[in-house]
Nanobody
Framework: QVQLVESGGGLVQAGGSLRLSCAPSGRTFSRYAMGWFRRAPGKEREFVAAIRWSISFTSYADSVKGRFTISKDNAQNTVYLQMNSLKPEDTAVYYC????????????????????WGQGTQVTVSS
């Protein structure tokens, strides 16, 4: 069983920064891509950012471009989401996701394209 464990959420004022981390536990698995999604209160889960593991190609939602950066550390087997210039509308539960198998999509950016999910970490941005 693959488990993804997120950390780094919390409460921050608007304009501040947070860095989320996600690392797998349990059995090892090859990964095609890893991504971050979020769900705000009363809203659907939405794509935030993703990274193709082997080539480090990235993709971002328009709402976070220029403010968020997804990166990975192969040695630590960890994916990060650096969030700068946070806004109250970034408040949500953030979920880490991983896709194990290959795909024709360069960087998967929909929830159905991911196989494994973390439990989520709360990010709250106060105005």
């Amino acid at each position: 069983q693959v488990q993804l464990v997120e950390s780094g959420g919390g409460l921050v004022q608007a304009g501040g920064s947070l860095r989320l981390s996600c690392a797998p536990s349990g059995r090892t698995f090859s990964r095609y891509a890893m991504g971050w999604f979020r769900r705000a209160p009363g809203k659907e889960r939405e794509f935030v950012a993703a990274i193709r593991w082997s080539i480090s190609f990235t993709s971002y939602a328009d709402s976070v471009k220029g403010r968020f950066t997804i990166s990975k550390d192969n040695a630590q087997n960890t994916v990060y989401l650096q969030m700068n210039s946070l806004k109250p509308e970034d408040t949500a539960v953030y979920y880490c996701a991983a896709r194990g198998s290959g795909s024709t999509v360069l960087v998967p950016n929909t929830a159905t394209q991911y196989d494994y999910w973390g439990q989520g970490t709360q990010v709250t941005v106060s105005s």
